[in-house]
C-alpha cells in the first residue's frame, strides 16, 4: 500500500477504532477521566487530520485524481459482491477534511461544555461512532458501503437525541427521529438494490454506469427519498426542531454541518444518474426549492435559538439540493463546506450568544431595538395572519405526517390486537396504548 | 476438505450429542440438585460432539452441524444466564430435554425419528407442571403441527413405502395431500399468519428462556429445508411461492401488531416471529442469495431473540414480573450493562452495521426482491417498522427518569455478563468479518437449491443477475495493488 493509501485507511479507520477501544474498555470497567478522554480525542483527530493533509499533499504532488484502496469483497455469494473499497476523490476528500476538522473542533468544545455532565463518556464514544460513521459513508467506494455509513450516522443521531434521557421528551423526540430515517432508508435499500439489478454493480469507484432514463428515473427517486429523510426535506422537515433536543454541540455537528448534509452528498454521488433523468432533477429542484421556502418562512416563527438555527440550515440545504437538481456540482460542494463551517460556528456560539444578549439587555436597562423591516411586512394582513400561523405549526408537516400515515397505522395496529385478542381469555388481554408521541417540540418544551 | 480420519463414527457422535441432553434431564428428575452445572455439563457435551460433527461433515452439507453446534452453544448460554430463581432442576431439565429433541431433529434423516424429535420437542410446554401457557392457543399449534406432521408422514411412507428421507427426495411422494399437510404443519409450528398468535401467548405465559429456545429451533423452516424442499421439488416450484407471501404477510402483520404492544415479552416475540418469517421468504426466494441470506438470518436471530428474550428476564427477576413498554423506566441507570447489550442484541435482530445482520439482511432483501419485485418490498418496509419497535421497547424500558423504590439492583452479573458478551462478540465479529459465515452458508444454501433444482449444478445456475462489473481504475489513481 501506498503512502496516501495507507493515510485513507487511517483517517476512516481511526475514530472506529477508538470508539471500539472505549467500548471494550467500559465493558471491562475501566472509564478514563474526563482529560484523557478530551486528550485521546484531540490526538485522534488530530493524526486523522494529519493523514489528510499528508493525502492531500500527496494527490496534490502527483496529480492523481483519486486514491482508491481495494480490500476485495466483504462478502460474496457467487455473482453478488459487497466490496470494500475506499475512495478519496475531489468529491469526498472536502467532506472528509470537513468531517474530521468540525469533530476535532467539537471533541475540544464539548470538553468544556459538557464538564461533569452525566454523559460526558456515553457523547465521546458516541462521537468517535459518528466520526466513523461519517467518514465511511463520505470514503465508501460502493453504495453498499455507504448504507453501513449512512446507518451509523443515524444511530448516532438518534442516540444523542436521547441524549438528556431523564426528560421523556428527548427520547421520544429521538424514537420519532428514528422512525422517519429508518422509513426513508428504505428507497436507499431499494435504490441501491435497483442498481444492483440493472446495472449490475452499486460502486462509482469506476464510473457509474449508464442506465436508460427509466431506470435512471426510478433508482434517483428512490435515492432522493433516502436523502430527503437524511436531509430532513419536505416533506419530512418535522424532525428537525425535534433533533434540537440533543446536546449543543450534537446539534451542531449533525444538524449544522455534517449529517445535515449527507442527503446532498448522496444526490451529489449520484449526480451523473440525475443528470440523464429530467423528471428526477425536476424532483430534486422542487424538494429543494419548497423545502428552502419552509424552512425561511417557519424559522421566523421560531422562538428559540437552536430551532432558528435548525430551520436556517434548513433553508441552506434545500438552496444546495435545488443546485444539485440544476447540475451546479461545485457550486453545491463550496456551498455546503461554507454552509458547514458557518452553522456550526452558530450553533456553537447560540449558548453563550444568548447569554451575553441577556447580560446586555440588563446593561442597557431596557428594550434592544428592533433589527429593522422584514419582506413578510410587504404582504396584506391577511396573508401575513395566515403564514404567521402555518409557520408556527411548522408547515402542519407533522400534524399532515400524523393524521395521514401515523394514526392510521396506529389504528390498523389496534384493530390487529383486538383481532390477535380473540379467544384470550379477559384476565391475560392487557392494555394497549400506542405510544408514539404526537405532541409538537413546541409543546414538549424544546428549548 | 475436512479432517475425518480421529473422528470417531458419526452415528455415535450424534448419539452422544442427542443422549447427552436426555441423560442429563433423567440424571435432574432423580437428583434433584445443581441443575446448572448439570445443564452447563451436558449441553457443554453436546456442543463439544457437535463441533466434531461440523468438523467431519463435507463442504455445502454442513448446514445442520453447525445448527446443533449453535443450538447446543445457545442452551449451554442459557444454563448459565438462567437467573438462580428460575434455576431448579424441573426447568432446566425441560431445557434439556428440548435441547436432545431439537439436536435429534437437526441429525435424523429418517421420517420417524423427525416426527418423533418433533413431537418431543413440544411436550415440554403441552403438559402441566412443565412450561404450559395459560393461554390454550400455544398448546393448540403446536398439537395441531405435531398432528399434521404426523399425517402428512404417515401419507408419505404409505405411498413411497420407506421412512428414509435419501430415499424419498425428489419423488413429492404423497403428492398434493402430503404437501398441504406439511405446509400446515410449518404455519402451524412457525406460527405463520393467520396462526401466528400462540407464539405471543407462549412468550408471555411460558418461562422466557425456554421459550425463547423453543421459537429459536426453528422446526418450521426446518422442515421447509429438510422436507418439503428435497422431496417436493416440482410441487415446491409451483406452489410454494404461497407460503412465501403468507411468510411475508406475517413479517409485515406482526410488525404492525408490534407497533403498539406494551407488553415486553409480547413484543420480543413478535418481532421474533416478524424476523424469522423473512428466513422462510428468504429460503422460497430461489435465490442463492435469498437462501444464503436466510440462513446467515437464521443464525443471527436466533443469537438476538436469544439474548434479548434472556436479558428481558434478568430485568424481570430485578425489578419486577410486570414491566411494561407503556412508560419510561430508566433501568440503564441501574444496569447500563444490560441496556448496552440489549441496544446491540436489539439493532443486531434488525440490520444494524458492523453485526452479522447487516449482511444477513442485505443478501436476504436483494435475494426476495430478486424473485418478488413487488411483495419483496414488504421485507425492508417490515424490517424498517420492526427497527422502531425494538428502539422502543429500549427507550421505554432503559431511558427516561430514574427509577425509585430500590436501594441498589446489580447489573449484569459475571456469568451473566460474559455469557452475554460471547454473544455479542458473535454477532459484532460475525459482522466485520462475516466472510467465513456467509461463505459456508452460501455452499450450504447450493445444496438446498439442488434439492429444489435437481438438474441445476447451483443456485446461480439460474439466471439471476448480470454478472458484476469489475471496478474500473480510472487513470492516475491508486489502486491497491500499486498500478
Known sequence: MSLPQIALVFAVMAPGAVFALLGLSWLLGWVPSERVLSRITALTFASCMFALVAQLWTLGSTGAAAVVVTFGNWFAVHEYRFPLVLMADHLSLPFLSMTIVLSGLIGQFSATYLHRERGFFRFFVQLHLFAFGSLLAFAAGSFDLLIGGWELVGITSVLLIAFFDQRPAPVENGLRVFAVYRACDIGLLLGVFALHKWAGTASFAGVLPKLPEAQSTVVCLFLLLAAAGKAAQIPFSGWLPRAMEGPTPSSAIFYGAISIHAGAYLLLRVQPLLAQTRVASACVIMVGSATAIYGTIAGRASADAKTSLAFASLTQVGVVFAEIGIGWRWIATAHILGHALVRTLQFLRAPSMLHDYHRMHSAIGGEISPTGSHLEDLFPEKMRVWLYRWALDRGHLDTILDRWFIHPLLALSKLLTRLDSVGRSKTVTRRMKPKLSMRSPAEQGVE | ?483
Request: hydrophobic share 55%.
Open chain 2, 1 to 483: 476438505m475436512a479432517d475425518t480420519a480421529w473422528v470417531p463414527d458419526r452415528l455415535v457422535i450424534i448419539g452422544i450429542t442427542t443422549g447427552a441432553p436426555w441423560f442429563a434431564a433423567v440424571v435432574l428428575t432423580v437428583w434433584r440438585r445443581h441443575a446448572r452445572i448439570v445443564g452447563f455439563t451436558a449441553s457443554f457435551v453436546s456442543a463439544a460432539a457437535s463441533a466434531l460433527l461440523l468438523r467431519a461433515a463435507p463442504a455445502g452439507e454442513s448446514l445442520y452441524e453447525a445448527l446443533m453446534l449453535l443450538f447446543s452453544c445457545l442452551t449451554m448460554g442459557a444454563t448459565l444466564v438462567q437467573p438462580k430463581r428460575d434455576c431448579d432442576s424441573r426447568t432446566i431439565g425441560g431445557i434439556l430435554f428440548l435441547l436432545g429433541a431439537t439436536l435429534f431433529a437437526y441429525s435424523s434423516s429418517n421420517l420417524l425419528g423427525f416426527l418423533a424429535a418433533w413431537i418431543l420437542s413440544t411436550i415440554p410446554f403441552l403438559v402441566r407442571g412443565g412450561f404450559r401457557a395459560r393461554s390454550w392457543r400455544p398448546a393448540a399449534a403446536l398439537s395441531v403441527s405435531s398432528l399434521a406432521l404426523a399425517s402428512a408422514i404417515g401419507v408419505i411412507s404409505g405411498s413411497g413405502h420407506t421412512f428414509s428421507m435419501d430415499n424419498l427426495r425428489g419423488g413429492s411422494p404423497g403428492g398434493m395431500t402430503a404437501f398441504g399437510l406439511l405446509v400446515t404443519a410449518v404455519v402451524f409450528r412457525k406460527g405463520i399468519f393467520p396462526a401466528h398468535a400462540w407464539v405471543a401467548d407462549a412468550a408471555e405465559d411460558s418461562p422466557a428462556i425456554p421459550t425463547a429456545l423453543l421459537l429459536n429451533g426453528h422446526f418450521g423452516a426446518l422442515l421447509v429445508a429438510k422436507l418439503i424442499v428435497p422431496l417436493f421439488p416440482h410441487t415446491v416450484g409451483t406452489l410454494f411461492p404461497l407460503l412465501s407471501w403468507f411468510a411475508m404477510a406475517t413479517a409485515l402483520y406482526v410488525a404492525v401488531r408490534a407497533l403498539t404492544e406494551n407488553s415486553p415479552r409480547r413484543l420480543l416475540a413478535f418481532l421474533a416471529l416478524s424476523q424469522s418469517a423473512c428466513i422462510l421468504a428468504g429460503l422460497e426466494s430461489w435465490t442463492s442469495e435469498g437462501i444464503t441470506g436466510a440462513l446467515v438470518h437464521w443464525f443471527v436471530v436466533t443469537v438476538s431473540t436469544m439474548g434479548l428474550f434472556a436479558i428481558l428476564r434478568l430485568l424481570e427477576v430485578r425489578f419486577g414480573e410486570n414491566l411494561t413498554a407503556s412508560t419510561h423506566l430508566g433501568l440503564a441507570e441501574h444496569a447500563p450493562r444490560l441496556a448496552v447489550c440489549f441496544a446491540i442484541f436489539g439493532l443486531a435482530l434488525v440490520g444494524l452495521p458492523g453485526t452479522l445482520s447487516f449482511c444477513s439482511q442485505d443478501l436476504l432483501i436483494h435475494g426476495t426482491l430478486m424473485s418478488h419485485p413487488v411483495t419483496g418490498i414488504v421485507l425492508p418496509i417490515a424490517t424498517a417498522m420492526n427497527a422502531f419497535s425494538i428502539f422502543r421497547l429500549f427507550a421505554t424500558l432503559f431511558l427516561g427518569r430514574r427509577r425509585t423504590g430500590f436501594t441498589h439492583m446489580a447489573d449484569a452479573l459475571p456469568r451473566e455478563r460474559w455469557t452475554l458478551a460471547a454473544g455479542v462478540l458473535f454477532v459484532v465479529l460475525g459482522g466485520l468479518f462475516p466472510n467465513m459465515i456467509v461463505a459456508q452458508r452460501s455452499a450450504d444454501a447450493d445444496t438446498v437449491a439442488k434439492a429444489s433444482h435437481p438438474g441445476a449444478q447451483n443456485a446461480s445456475a439460474r439466471p439471476l443477475l448480470a454478472p458484476e462489473k469489475p471496478l474500473t481504475v480510472v487513470p492516475g489513481r491508486f489502486d491497491f495493488q500499486g498500478h
